[in-house]
Protein backbone atom coordinates (compact mmCIF):
# COMPACT_ATOMS: atom_id res chain seq x y z
CA UNK A 1 0.00 0.00 0.00
CA UNK A 2 1.36 3.56 -0.14
CA UNK A 3 3.35 4.96 2.27
CA UNK A 4 2.96 7.78 4.60
CA UNK A 5 6.42 9.47 6.30
CA UNK A 6 5.37 11.14 8.96
CA UNK A 7 8.25 12.96 11.23
CA UNK A 8 9.24 13.21 13.75
CA UNK A 9 8.42 9.86 15.40
CA UNK A 10 8.69 11.24 19.07
CA UNK A 11 8.68 14.52 20.52
CA UNK A 12 8.79 16.14 24.21
CA UNK A 13 8.22 19.57 24.84
CA UNK A 14 7.91 22.27 27.59
CA UNK A 15 4.38 23.46 28.17
CA UNK A 16 4.09 26.59 26.22
CA UNK A 17 6.31 25.57 23.26
CA UNK A 18 5.29 25.34 19.58
CA UNK A 19 5.04 21.97 17.55
CA UNK A 20 5.50 21.05 14.24
CA UNK A 21 5.11 18.15 12.64
CA UNK A 22 4.90 16.95 9.16
CA UNK A 23 4.17 14.39 6.30
CA UNK A 24 4.92 13.47 3.29
CA UNK A 25 4.32 10.80 0.53
CA UNK A 26 5.90 10.06 -2.57
CA UNK A 27 1.92 9.95 -4.28
CA UNK A 28 -0.18 12.69 -5.25
CA UNK A 29 -3.34 12.84 -2.73
CA UNK A 30 -6.60 15.14 -2.89
CA UNK A 31 -7.32 14.83 0.32
CA UNK A 32 -5.15 15.50 3.70
CA UNK A 33 -6.37 15.02 7.26
CA UNK A 34 -4.74 14.93 10.69
CA UNK A 35 -6.00 13.00 13.93
CA UNK A 36 -5.55 12.90 17.20
CA UNK A 37 -5.85 9.49 19.51
CA UNK A 38 -5.54 9.74 23.14
CA UNK A 39 -4.31 6.36 25.06
CA UNK A 40 -7.18 3.67 24.58
CA UNK A 41 -9.85 5.85 22.57
CA UNK A 42 -9.73 6.04 18.73
CA UNK A 43 -8.16 8.53 16.40
CA UNK A 44 -10.47 11.71 16.61
CA UNK A 45 -10.46 14.17 13.33
CA UNK A 46 -8.76 17.24 13.94
CA UNK A 47 -8.24 18.95 10.45
CA UNK A 48 -9.43 18.43 6.67
CA UNK A 49 -7.88 19.99 3.70
CA UNK A 50 -8.88 19.38 -0.03
CA UNK A 51 -6.96 22.25 -2.02
CA UNK A 52 -3.76 22.04 -2.55
CA UNK A 53 -1.40 25.48 -0.38
CA UNK A 54 -4.94 25.25 1.59
CA UNK A 55 -4.23 26.60 5.27
CA UNK A 56 -6.76 25.59 8.11
CA UNK A 57 -7.09 26.51 11.78
CA UNK A 58 -8.91 24.85 14.26
CA UNK A 59 -8.32 26.61 17.71
CA UNK A 60 -4.34 26.33 18.31
CA UNK A 61 -3.74 23.87 15.66
CA UNK A 62 -2.91 25.35 12.28
CA UNK A 63 -2.22 22.53 9.22
CA UNK A 64 -1.16 23.07 5.72
CA UNK A 65 -1.79 21.27 2.07
CA UNK A 66 1.37 21.05 0.72
CA UNK A 67 1.28 23.07 -2.84
CA UNK A 68 2.95 19.83 -4.65
CA UNK A 69 0.05 17.82 -2.64
CA UNK A 70 2.86 15.62 -1.60
CA UNK A 71 2.60 16.79 1.88
CA UNK A 72 1.35 18.42 4.37
CA UNK A 73 2.64 20.15 7.88
CA UNK A 74 0.75 20.24 11.44
CA UNK A 75 1.55 23.04 13.88
CA UNK A 76 0.09 23.53 17.37
CA UNK A 77 0.82 26.91 19.27
CA UNK A 78 1.74 27.32 23.35
CA UNK A 79 1.41 23.55 23.72
CA UNK A 80 -0.64 22.05 27.05
CA UNK A 81 -0.58 19.33 29.01
CA UNK A 82 -3.65 18.06 27.10
CA UNK A 83 -1.89 17.68 23.39
CA UNK A 84 -0.01 14.60 25.06
CA UNK A 85 -1.54 11.95 22.52
CA UNK A 86 -0.27 10.24 18.76
CA UNK A 87 -1.17 12.17 15.85
CA UNK A 88 -2.07 10.86 12.33
CA UNK A 89 -1.76 12.41 8.79
CA UNK A 90 -3.85 10.54 6.61
CA UNK A 91 -4.45 10.91 2.91
CA UNK A 92 -6.92 10.13 0.25
CA UNK A 93 -6.76 9.75 -3.77
CA UNK A 94 -9.50 10.50 -5.73
CA UNK A 95 -8.77 7.69 -7.92
CA UNK A 96 -9.20 5.22 -5.05
CA UNK A 97 -11.39 4.54 -1.97
CA UNK A 98 -8.73 3.53 0.52
CA UNK A 99 -7.15 6.70 3.30
CA UNK A 100 -3.49 6.05 4.22
CA UNK A 101 -2.39 6.32 7.20
CA UNK A 102 1.16 7.95 8.30
CA UNK A 103 2.70 5.93 11.41
CA UNK A 104 2.15 8.68 13.91
CA UNK A 105 4.18 11.43 15.93
CA UNK A 106 4.06 11.03 19.87
CA UNK A 107 3.65 13.97 21.34
CA UNK A 108 4.36 14.51 25.51
CA UNK A 109 4.31 17.63 26.76
CA UNK A 110 6.21 18.78 30.06
CA UNK A 111 4.44 21.08 32.59
CA UNK B 1 -25.87 11.08 16.80
CA UNK B 2 -23.78 8.76 18.33
CA UNK B 3 -21.31 8.67 15.30
CA UNK B 4 -19.50 5.50 15.24
CA UNK B 5 -19.80 3.05 17.85
CA UNK B 6 -17.82 -1.00 18.48
CA UNK B 7 -18.36 -3.32 20.57
CA UNK B 8 -17.39 -4.99 22.92
CA UNK B 9 -14.54 -2.71 24.47
CA UNK B 10 -12.27 -5.95 25.05
CA UNK B 11 -12.28 -9.32 24.13
CA UNK B 12 -10.12 -12.39 25.41
CA UNK B 13 -10.37 -15.86 22.97
CA UNK B 14 -8.49 -18.68 22.98
CA UNK B 15 -6.78 -19.61 19.92
CA UNK B 16 -9.01 -21.24 17.50
CA UNK B 17 -12.45 -19.83 19.00
CA UNK B 18 -14.36 -17.17 16.40
CA UNK B 19 -16.05 -14.29 17.59
CA UNK B 20 -17.65 -11.16 15.52
CA UNK B 21 -16.79 -7.31 15.95
CA UNK B 22 -19.79 -5.59 15.71
CA UNK B 23 -19.91 -1.72 14.26
CA UNK B 24 -22.53 0.72 13.67
CA UNK B 25 -22.75 4.27 12.29
CA UNK B 26 -25.62 6.23 12.43
CA UNK B 27 -24.14 9.13 9.69
CA UNK B 28 -25.84 7.42 6.73
CA UNK B 29 -22.16 6.93 5.39
CA UNK B 30 -21.92 4.66 2.27
CA UNK B 31 -18.08 3.59 2.87
CA UNK B 32 -16.86 1.88 6.13
CA UNK B 33 -13.76 0.15 6.80
CA UNK B 34 -12.29 -2.17 9.35
CA UNK B 35 -8.44 -1.51 10.78
CA UNK B 36 -6.09 -3.30 13.22
CA UNK B 37 -3.48 -1.00 15.13
CA UNK B 38 0.04 -2.54 16.22
CA UNK B 39 2.75 -1.14 17.83
CA UNK B 40 5.20 0.67 15.43
CA UNK B 41 2.71 -0.38 12.98
CA UNK B 42 0.06 2.33 12.46
CA UNK B 43 -3.66 1.83 11.32
CA UNK B 44 -3.76 -1.25 8.55
CA UNK B 45 -6.83 -1.55 6.78
CA UNK B 46 -7.89 -5.25 6.65
CA UNK B 47 -11.25 -4.78 4.66
CA UNK B 48 -13.59 -2.22 3.47
CA UNK B 49 -17.33 -1.82 2.02
CA UNK B 50 -18.39 1.54 -0.83
CA UNK B 51 -21.95 0.43 0.38
CA UNK B 52 -24.79 -2.73 1.02
CA UNK B 53 -24.02 -5.63 -0.40
CA UNK B 54 -20.33 -4.69 -1.43
CA UNK B 55 -16.79 -5.02 0.20
CA UNK B 56 -13.38 -5.62 -0.37
CA UNK B 57 -10.20 -6.40 1.12
CA UNK B 58 -7.37 -4.20 1.78
CA UNK B 59 -3.78 -4.54 3.01
CA UNK B 60 -3.79 -7.25 5.76
CA UNK B 61 -7.10 -9.33 4.87
CA UNK B 62 -6.27 -12.41 5.75
CA UNK B 63 -8.05 -14.35 8.95
CA UNK B 64 -10.96 -11.92 8.72
CA UNK B 65 -14.42 -11.98 6.87
CA UNK B 66 -16.93 -9.33 6.56
CA UNK B 67 -20.50 -8.58 5.07
CA UNK B 68 -22.64 -4.95 4.59
CA UNK B 69 -26.41 -6.10 4.68
CA UNK B 70 -27.04 -2.70 5.64
CA UNK B 71 -26.19 1.01 5.21
CA UNK B 72 -25.36 1.13 9.10
CA UNK B 73 -23.51 -2.02 10.46
CA UNK B 74 -20.30 -3.72 8.81
CA UNK B 75 -19.07 -6.57 11.17
CA UNK B 76 -15.59 -8.24 11.57
CA UNK B 77 -15.54 -11.69 12.09
CA UNK B 78 -12.67 -13.52 13.05
CA UNK B 79 -13.19 -17.07 11.89
CA UNK B 80 -10.29 -19.07 13.67
CA UNK B 81 -8.75 -16.71 15.95
CA UNK B 82 -4.89 -16.31 16.59
CA UNK B 83 -2.36 -15.14 18.39
CA UNK B 84 -1.31 -12.68 15.54
CA UNK B 85 -4.64 -11.34 15.55
CA UNK B 86 -3.94 -9.85 19.16
CA UNK B 87 -4.31 -5.98 18.38
CA UNK B 88 -6.89 -3.16 19.04
CA UNK B 89 -9.51 -3.27 15.78
CA UNK B 90 -10.93 0.32 14.77
CA UNK B 91 -13.81 0.56 12.95
CA UNK B 92 -14.06 4.04 11.03
CA UNK B 93 -16.95 5.40 8.31
CA UNK B 94 -16.41 7.93 5.38
CA UNK B 95 -17.87 11.12 3.61
CA UNK B 96 -16.74 10.16 0.33
CA UNK B 97 -17.77 12.63 -2.13
CA UNK B 98 -15.42 14.56 -3.86
CA UNK B 99 -13.98 17.28 -2.08
CA UNK B 100 -15.46 16.14 1.44
CA UNK B 101 -13.94 13.36 2.33
CA UNK B 102 -13.37 12.44 6.10
CA UNK B 103 -13.72 9.38 8.08
CA UNK B 104 -14.28 8.98 11.57
CA UNK B 105 -13.42 6.39 13.89
CA UNK B 106 -15.57 4.18 16.70
CA UNK B 107 -13.67 4.01 19.56
CA UNK B 108 -11.95 0.71 19.42
CA UNK B 109 -12.09 -3.33 20.42
CA UNK B 110 -9.15 -4.83 22.27
CA UNK B 111 -8.44 -8.06 21.32
CA UNK B 112 -6.25 -10.50 23.35
CA UNK B 113 -5.91 -13.85 21.56
CA UNK B 114 -4.11 -16.49 24.03
Known amino acids: GQQLNQSPQSMFIQEGEDVSMNCTSS?????WLWYKQDPGEGPVLLIALYKAGELTSNGRLTAQFGITRKDSFLNISASIPSDVGIYFCAGHQNTGNQFYFGTGTSLTVIP | NAGVTQTPKFQVLKTGQSMTLQCAQD?????MSWYRQDPGMGLRLIHYSVGAGITDQGEVPNGYNVSRSTTEDFPLRLLSAAPSQTSVYFC?????????????FGPGTRLLVL
Open chain 2, 27 to 31: MNHEY
Open chain 1, 27 to 31: SIFNT
Open chain 2, 92 to 104: ASSVDRVGEETQY
